[in-house]
């Protein structure tokens, strides 16, 4: 079974910056497009940024340029790297994975249905 673990979350002023990682373990890697979703109260599971096994990326309008995410296949992790952080940006954020066989439009990827397997979520506040 697929587990998903994430760390790097905390307290951070506004202009601040991040990292967030997520360690994937339980089967192999390989295959699996692995994204970032953000949820904060009272709001709807928010797409950030997703990555496909090749290390195509694609991150949400709003965060282009400030977030990036990553991945060190020989590693087994993702990251998120956060930059110029906004208060608006404060929320529990969340690692997910799927294994992709086919071709998919970035739309598919930005739908968190689409998602098999969740970490637990990390905590990101933005302090203004």
């Known amino acids: 079974q697929v587990q998903l673990v994430e760390s790097g979350g905390g307290l951070v002023q506004t202009g601040g910056s991040l990292r967030l990682s997520c360690r994937f373990s339980g089967v192999n890697f390989r295959g699996f497009a692995m994204g970032w979703f953000r949820q904060a109260p009272g709001k709807e599971r928010e797409f950030v940024a997703a990555i496909k096994w090749v290390g195509n990326t694609h991150h949400a309008d709003s965060m282009k340029g400030r977030f990036t995410i990553s991945r060190d296949n020989a590693k087994n992790t993702v990251d998120l790297q956060m930059n110029s952080l906004k208060p608006e940006d404060t929320a529990i954020y969340y690692c997910?994975?799927?294994?992709?066989?086919?071709?998919?439009?970035?739309?598919?990827?930005?739908?968190?249905?689409?998602?098999?397997?969740w970490g637990q979520g990390t905590q990101v506040t933005v302090s203004s």
């Open positions: 997910s994975a799927k294994r992709i066989i086919g071709t998919y439009a970035w739309d598919y990827y930005e739908n968190y249905q689409n998602y098999n397997f």
